[in-house]
């Protein structure tokens, strides 16, 4: 059964961090790129940054490009997203992804709200 759990979000002040997770079981996950995206009501979900199989690329959308990082851990099956100075405008549902050719499994999503 294949599963993607994120953990890690939560309420923080603008300016401050959070350290997104998401476990991965069921498939092998060394073997997939993940992806970090987000959603906030009435739009689209985005896709906020990528990782090769191996960690050895990565990709950012511009408005977090400096702030965030994404990195995985291939022998703990998880992928990560530290979050630094945050703005308000970053406050969504976070999801990861995972996608192999034409295979995609979604996370549930966590909350992450930017406010002071």
């Known amino acids: 059964q294949v599963q993607l759990v994120e953990s890690g979000g939560g309420l923080v002040q603008p300016g401050g961090s959070l350290r997104l997770s998401c476990a991965a079981s069921?498939?092998?996950?060394?073997?997939?790129?993940m992806y970090w995206y987000r959603q906030t009501p009435g739009k689209e979900r985005e896709m906020v940054a990528g990782?090769?199989?191996?960690?050895?690329?990565?990709n950012y959308a511009e408005s977090v490009k400096g702030r965030f990082t994404i990195s995985r851990d291939n022998e703990k099956n998880t992928v990560y997203l530290q979050m630094n100075s945050l703005k308000s405008e970053d406050t969504a549902v976070y999801f990861c992804k995972a996608a192999k050719d034409s295979q995609t499994y979604w996370g549930q999503g966590t909350q992450v709200t930017v406010s002071s």
């Open positions: 990782i090769s199989r191996y960690g050895t690329a990565t």
């Open positions: 069921g498939f092998t996950f060394g073997t997939y790129t």
